[in-house]
């Protein structure tokens, strides 16, 4: 058990639709990471915060937007679902800042949009 | 421009044998770090092995070790006596520290077949 927890574990939802991905990270760690990763492809770089603030944006869509709160869980909202935004979504975190640790990551979430 | 490269898709392995997952990456901060992950076909990413910059040593984890060529930009995942269970996708990442964004990013990943 990474610590991560990631909700819900599966979705299904329709074209067009919205939905949100939520993400509790481990005890104490400040950043979270947002990657996606479509079918036998790699992880795609999504967005990163840290301590509430955004810090990095990887190649994530308009359509996508996502946010850290104060308590330190992070929310990632797809809209205007399309076939193709199908994929499995991780969310990781860390403790941010210079400790060079690993990122530990959840169950990710699977996305399929029929 | 922050990058990492695995050139190999797939590679097979004969179980007990050792074998070799290549991964080079391309940073201009001179502090960096660069980790393995495994996933498995139940689809959980579990980390391997951690190598710093400025470490000396290359670092070993039970059957796993990293052998890192700082002048060549290669931080290559050796699995020794390989078993049926190492049968995953590996991924190579790398975190700049200096650049200030703390940002893992990965490479596109090996699938690793063992036969037995």
């Known amino acids: 058990d990474s610590g991560v927890t990631q909700t819900p574990k599966h979705l299904i939802t329709a074209t067009g639709q919205r939905v949100t991905l939520r993400c509790s990270p481990r005890s104490g760690d400040l950043s979270v990471y947002w990657y996606q990763q479509s079918l036998d492809q790699g992880l795609q770089f999504l967005i990163q915060?840290?301590?509430?603030?955004?810090?990095a944006k990887g190649n994530i869509l308009e359509r996508f937007s996502a946010q850290q709160f104060p308590d330190l869980h992070s929310e990632l909202n797809l809209s205007s679902l399309e076939l193709g935004d199908s994929a499995l979504y991780f969310c990781?975190?860390?403790?941010?800042?210079?400790?060079?640790?690993?990122?530990?990551f959840g169950q990710g979430t699977r996305l399929t949009v029929v | 421009a922050q990058k990492i490269t695995q050139t190999q898709p797939g590679m097979f392995v004969q179980e007990k044998e050792a074998v070799t997952l290549d991964c080079t990456y391309d940073?201009?901060?001179?502090?960096?770090?660069l980790f393995w992950y495994k996933q498995p076909s139940s689809g959980e990413m579990i980390f391997l092995i951690y190598?710093?910059?400025?470490?000396?040593q290359n670092a070993t984890e039970g059957r796993y070790s990293l052998n890192f060529q700082k002048a060549r930009k290669s931080a290559n995942l050796v699995i020794s006596a390989s078993q049926l269970g190492d049968s995953a996708m590996y991924f190579c990442?790398?975190?700049?520290?200096?650049?200030?964004?703390?940002?893992?990013?990965f490479g596109t990943g090996t699938r690793l077949k063992v036969l037995a």
């Open positions: 940073t201009s901060d001179p502090s960096y770090g």
């Open positions: 915060y840290y301590n509430g603030e955004e810090r």
């Open positions: 990781a975190s860390s403790p941010g800042g210079t400790a060079n640790t690993e990122a530990f």
């Open positions: 190598q710093g910059s400025y470490d000396q």
């Open positions: 990442a790398m975190r700049e520290i200096t650049s200030g964004t703390y940002k893992y990013i």
